[in-house]
């Protein structure tokens, strides 16, 4: 069982950065593949970005990369994704995931809004 709690959600500007953290529970983090997602209202969940245990290999959304980058500090069990040059697309409510032998955790989501 993994618990996954998101933060470092808010306002940001057009243009602006912000940086989003995800704490996990459990003494095994370094078995999970990470990953981020996002969601606004009415729509699906959609991928953003997928770092792999071990390597530590990441993958990007179209949308997202070379703006955004995932990392993960399995000393302190934290996932991040740093969001830079943020675009009022980008608003909506952002997932931490743990996988690991098809078993899924989700976190409860941080609202991101950026204004034009």
């Known amino acids: 069982q993994v618990q996954l709690v998101e933060s470092g959600g808010g306002l940001a500007q057009a243009g602006g950065s912000l940086r989003l953290s995800c704490a996990a529970s459990g003494r095994t983090f370094n078995d999970y593949t990470m990953r981020w997602f996002r969601q606004t209202p009415g729509k699906e969940r959609d991928f953003v970005a997928r770092?792999?245990?071990?390597?530590?290999?990441?993958y990007y959304a179209d949308s997202v990369k070379g703006r955004f980058t995932i990392s993960r500090d399995d000393a302190n069990t934290t996932v991040y994704l740093q969001m830079n040059s943020l675009k009022p697309e980008d608003t909506a409510v952002y997932y931490c995931?743990?996988?690991?032998?098809?078993?899924?955790?989700w976190g409860q989501g941080t609202q991101v809004t950026v204004s034009s």
């Open positions: 995931n743990a996988e690991r032998d098809f078993q899924t955790y």
């Open positions: 770092i792999s245990r071990s390597s530590g290999t990441a």
